[in-house]
């Protein structure tokens, strides 16, 4: 049965709405097609309209039955064949085609989604199953902005954007690296090596609510109320660990750092914070 897209599935796709399930083996992925069901069926007739959708077989009208979308693993638009083809039934029928670079395997998620911008095309892919779960467990430029915190003074630009485009300055996660006595706030005794740039224990800056999200707040995120300071260890810890791990993590900052996150107007639930992590399923 296919669901909706949840909270982190919108904000990650950017999409309006959208849905998804599991190529199923017998018939999916050995025929090269997809059934819809649920909120994909609505999903697709609501964007086609149900009445320009062609009735039959794909081949007894290769044009009606073609239909434009945008191919998510290709990165580009293309053609795929959409039907009901089953005339006394309501069978809304999807044809992989490799071609066009839509070609899931069995036990891959497929995804099908509204993007937020109205001019786009609908939006069809497919993921392996880690990476789907693995959504939204990195934070973009993160990466360049370790790199510009530990580097010499000379060499470091005063702020860095992500690739979303959102600034954060270098003199705020040093303040609060200093602040936090160069040591992981998640457990102190994290001993890691001496920092040329710091003349301290080595540690990384993790904005708690991530970068990503600045669009669904007015108030910058870049704010040390909103970071914590972890050793490498941990930050990988806080994106890639399990669920249970993970969320007891976040559960730990969060209720150390809400209040100071609603003194800088950003208010967030700890469900709301979650979404932003993959932890919430629905």
């Known amino acids: 049965m296919g ?4 909270a982190l599935h919108k904000f990650v796709f950017q ?39 062609h009735k039959g077989s794909a081949k007894s009208d290769p044009a009606k039955s073609t239909k434009a979308f945008f191919i998510y693993n290709k990165k580009s638009e293309g053609q795929l064949k959409l039907t009901y083809p089953k005339p006394n039934k309501e069978e809304l029928r999807l044809y992989m ?26 939006v069809v892919g497919s993921m392996k199953p880690g990476e789907w779960e693995s959504l939204g467990s990195k934070d973009e430029g993160d990466e360049e902005y370790q790199g510009i915190i530990n580097s010499p003074p000379a060499a470091a630009p005063p ?5 979303t485009g959102y600034e954060r300055k270098r003199e705020i996660a040093l303040g609060k690296m200093k602040q936090a006595s160069y040591r992981c706030q998640a457990d102190d ?8 740039v710091t003349g301290n224990n080595f540690v990384e800056p993790h904005h708690l609510i991530p970068m990503k999200a600045q669009s669904d707040f007015t108030n910058s995120l870049d704010v040390k109320e909103n970071i914590v300071v972890l050793c490498p260890n941990c930050h990988r810890k806080i994106h890639l660990a399990g669920h249970s791990e993970k969320e007891e993590m976040l559960n730990y900052f969060y209720q150390d750092l809400s209040a100071g996150l609603q003194k800088q107007g950003l208010e967030i639930t700890f469900d709301g914070l979650k979404t932003y992590y993959n932890l919430l399923k629905t």
């Open 97 to 122: 085609n490799a071609h066009q670079g839509f070609r899931p395997e069995a036990g891959d998620i497929w995804f099908v989604y509204k993007p937020e911008d109205q001019h786009k095309p609908l």
């Open 159 to 163: 702020k860095t954007k992500t690739t």
């Open 189 to 196: 005794t994290h001993i890691t090596f001496i920092s040329p």
């Open 3 to 6: 669901s909706a897209f949840n």
């Open 15 to 53: 999409a309006k709405n959208g849905a998804y399930s599991v190529i199923t083996s017998k018939d999916e992925a050995k025929k090269g097609q997809i059934t819809l069901t649920g909120y994909e069926t609505k999903l697709v007739e609501d964007y086609f309209g149900k009445e320009k959708i």
